[in-house]
């Protein structure tokens, strides 16, 4: 069984920084695209960076700049490193990996438990 652990959330300041990290467990033969994304209160989930297998990137407009996504192919882990944080990146940030479990099996999209980050002073 396949699954992905966040963790870094919390609690900061306006203008601080935080890090996301997603690690992926279980059985895996291969993890294509990951990605993380956020759903704010009363608003659709929404992509925030992607990052292929061979680590090209892309990302939100609004967090262009400011957010890095990068991925540890070795440990199935992909990070989100978040600077100059803005109250409206308030949201719960799911990490997603498009992942095979099995040579045999297509690719399918799994999804982490979300982690809440809160911006506000």
């Known amino acids: 069984q396949v699954q992905l652990v966040e963790s870094g959330g919390g609690l900061v300041q306006p203008g601080g920084s935080l890090r996301l990290s997603c690690a992926v467990s279980g059985s895996i033969f291969s993890i294509n695209d990951m990605g993380w994304y956020r759903q704010a209160p009363g608003k659709q989930r929404e992509l925030v960076a992607a990052v292929t297998s061979g680590g090209s990137t892309d990302y939100a407009d609004s967090v262009k700049g400011r957010f890095t996504i990068s991925r540890d192919n070795a440990k199935n882990t992909v990070y989100l490193q978040m600077n100059s944080l803005k109250p409206e990146d308030t949201a719960v940030y799911y990490c997603?990996?498009?992942?095979?479990?099995?040579?045999?099996?297509?690719?399918?999209?799994?999804w982490g438990q979300g982690t809440q980050v809160t911006v506000s002073s």
């Open positions: 997603n990996a498009e992942i095979s479990p099995f040579s045999s099996w297509p690719p399918y999209d799994y």
